[in-house]
């Protein structure tokens, strides 16, 4: 893997200096705090409710949907592929800005892409490395695609030019997602599968997992995807429904379109809680026909989530960006900063806690049991063991952002 040190004088970096895979540069000063904030608080999110002490003890709402519905746990992973869209609008443009051709921005995307896709394989198989059951799907993959799929529609999309032209970009990948979500529903309704017939949506005949099944095979999705009686099934970060998290992230580049016009921030918030309600009562609407559903990535599920990351986003733009109230968000800003390299050491982290044994039990065990919540109530000693392997997390970290030095894969 490539690294490169950029000058800690920002503005002294050239923009056309080689694309990389890994890339270490000191923070600029242009970045949208609020953005920051909202990716920290989906890492954050994503490291707390894979962390709990123990799985039979856990706040319903800190645990994901068994199938339809969603809970605000189910409402992370959207988020922070909503955030990825709203980046790639600011950075491609301001790199454009900078000098640098579409087609350079799009060789150093497909790269990163290339190379977060790998970190999270390597991630699934840490640390034992079974090529035989490796799990090839996963968050960072569905991530990297998201990132790559998004990030050539817009700069398809781009041209230097006129706000008229920014409306038409904006109106272009509106039209795109709702092709994408209409699309999707059509095929989980209209196409057979073999042997289940169309429109089933469990998760057996559901299609999405039929092609996840042909396509690597059991024994590298995921281990927890099962149906009861048959065994592992489906994967829920699996091919066709990446599909419509893509639409997620344009739905963030979206948001990120807006974050260009001329508006004030107040008016920009003001839009973004609207759309926001729109698409989450639209979802809530849909549901009925299609039900919500995280596994599946169903469209209402895109509609809700994306909904509810617009509201957010607009409630700390208005508040970080616009009121400029910002005390409370170093420890937010520590992961929104270095969030790929918060979710891989977080991930290795919670591999390591149910290996390394202290006595008998494992210091996980240990931790939840007998260390850190002892006399606790049992979801409150879970609740207490996920917060803090959160902080273990942010205080690794922590260093990294004094120095402001942003670590992007």
Not at 190 to 217: E, H, I, K, T
Not at 228 to 236: A, Q
Not at 358 to 372: E, I, K, N, Y
Request: hydrophobic share 50%; net charge positive.
């Amino acid at each position: 893997m490539a690294t490169k040190m950029i000058q800690q004088d920002a503005e002294r970096a050239s923009p056309n200096s080689s694309s990389l895979a890994l890339q270490v540069r000191l923070a600029a000063s242009t970045r949208l705090a609020s953005l920051d904030v909202l990716r920290g608080l989906a890492v954050a999110g994503m490291i707390l409710v894979t962390d709990p002490g123990t799985y039979s003890a856990v706040y319903p709402q800190l645990l994901h949907a068994p199938w339809n519905r969603a809970t605000a746990t189910d409402m992370i992973f959207p988020t922070f592929l909503f955030t990825v869209g709203v980046a790639i609008t600011l950075s491609f443009r301001s790199r454009m800005l900078r000098g640098e051709s579409r087609s350079r921005i799009a060789r150093h995307m497909v790269i990163r892409s290339v190379v977060i896709f790998f970190v999270g394989v390597a991630l699934n198989g840490f640390p034992d490395y079974d090529l035989h059951n490796i799990r090839i799907p996963g968050v960072l993959q569905r991530i990297a695609l998201c990132y790559l799929c998004a990030g050539l529609l817009y700069l398809g999309l781009e041209r230097q030019g006129s706000e008229a032209g920014g409306q038409r970009r904006a109106w272009s990948i509106g039209m795109l997602v709702f092709v994408i979500l209409s699309g999707y529903w059509a095929l989980l309704r209209f196409v057979p599968v073999p042997g289940f017939g169309a429109n089933r949506l469990d998760s057996l005949g559901y299609l999405g997992a039929y092609v996840d099944r042909a396509v690597f095979g059991i024994h590298h999705l995921w281990p927890y995807g099962t149906t009861p009686g048959v065994g592992v099934t489906y994967d829920p970060e699996g091919i066709l429904s990446t599909l419509p998290a893509i639409a997620t992230t344009l739905i963030g580049v979206l948001a990120g379109e807006l974050q260009r016009t001329k508006l004030s921030l107040t008016h920009k918030a003001a839009y973004l809680a609207a759309s926001g309600l729109v698409f989450f009562g639209a979802g809530l609407l849909l549901n009925p026909s299609f039900p919500v559903n995280k596994r599946i990535w169903s469209s209402t599920f895109v509609l809700l989530s994306g909904g509810a990351s617009l509201v957010v986003f607009a409630v700390l733009l208005y508040i970080i960006d616009l009121k400029q109230w910002k005390r409370w968000t170093p420890p937010l800003l520590v992961f929104g900063t270095n969030a790929i390299l918060a979710f891989a050491l977080s991930s290795m982290i919670t591999v390591l806690t149910d290996r390394i044994h202290v006595g008998s039990p494992t210091f996980h065990q240990w931790a939840d049991g007998r260390g850190l919540a002892t006399g606790m109530p049992a979801m409150d000693a879970s609740l207490a063991y996920a917060i803090a392997v959160v902080l273990f997390n942010m205080a690794i970290l922590w260093p990294l952002y004094r120095k402001r030095i942003f670590v992007l894969i």
